[in-house]
């Protein structure tokens, strides 16, 4: 699809409903593409894999997550790597969707310390996971087990990872055709679920419940 450089939060959430999301090419790029890849990467809900040595960890009790306590800072980390598609029209743009209630994020904490967390957007049963990241060994994937919770305990049914990758296979993530994902969006896009934008609410992690 052809870059653009001018568009508004609006926009961006109606790209979402879509099927289609925003990329930069780079941070240093000053326009941001719209993507529909063939392949598309979700997690399903309740069936998320909990490794024996991150279940440890879940155990602990020494770790625990907030929501929305610091989005900004959460979406630097994101954006702080050598390869990045996170640029500054997409870091305003995202803000702008936390304002408005629509883009969230996660953040895990070893006591005072962050260690990991995620952001996206959620719009009616759908959350469309941007990006996440790790400053310590699993603190990404104890974001992806904190946002799998809150998810379900919201009764959300769609969380869109985009692409497919090993790290969110070995979380039980899969990889589905875009007509399948398209019918799964439809279907879910205009239910009535809010997420719980509480800010700096901090609760325990916990591994989800198997079926």
């Known amino acids: 699809m052809k870059d653009i450089v001018d568009f508004s939060s ?10 289609i999301f925003p ?15 063939k392949r598309r990467g979700i997690i399903p809900l309740d069936n998320l894999h909990i490794s024996k040595s991150l279940r440890r960890k879940l155990n602990s009790k020494k770790y625990h997550s907030t929501f929305n306590k610091d989005f900004s800072k959460v ?9 990045t ?3 500054n029209i997409l870091v305003d743009k995202y803000i702008e969707l936390h304002k408005k209630k629509f883009a969230h994020s ?12 995620l952001f ?10 941007e990006s996440m990241f790790s400053l310590k060994n699993d603190g990404s994937k104890l974001a992806l087990v904190s946002i ?22 070995s979380m039980g993530g899969i990889e589905i055709s875009k007509i399948k994902y398209e ?11 809010e997420f719980q934008h509480t800010d700096n609410e901090e609760e325990f992690l916990f591994a989800p419940k198997k079926n």
């Open 23 to 37: 990329m930069a090419h780079s941070a240093d790029e000053d326009s941001v593409m719209w993507v529909s890849p």
């Open 148 to 169: 799998t919770n809150r998810l379900k305990s919201c009764g959300h049914k769609l969380f869109d990872t985009q692409f497919f990758t090993p790290h969110l296979g």
């Open 106 to 117: 996660v953040e895990i904490w070893l006591g005072k310390e962050l260690v990991g967390g």
């Open 120 to 129: 996206g957007v959620s719009i009616g049963a759908c959350f469309f996971g």
């Open 85 to 87: 598609w996170i640029n």
């Open 183 to 193: 019918k799964i969006l439809k279907t879910n896009i205009k239910k009535n679920i």
């Open 75 to 83: 979406v630097s980390h994101c954006r702080n790597r050598k390869e």
């Open 10 to 19: 609006r926009d961006l959430l109606l790209g979402y409903t879509l099927g």
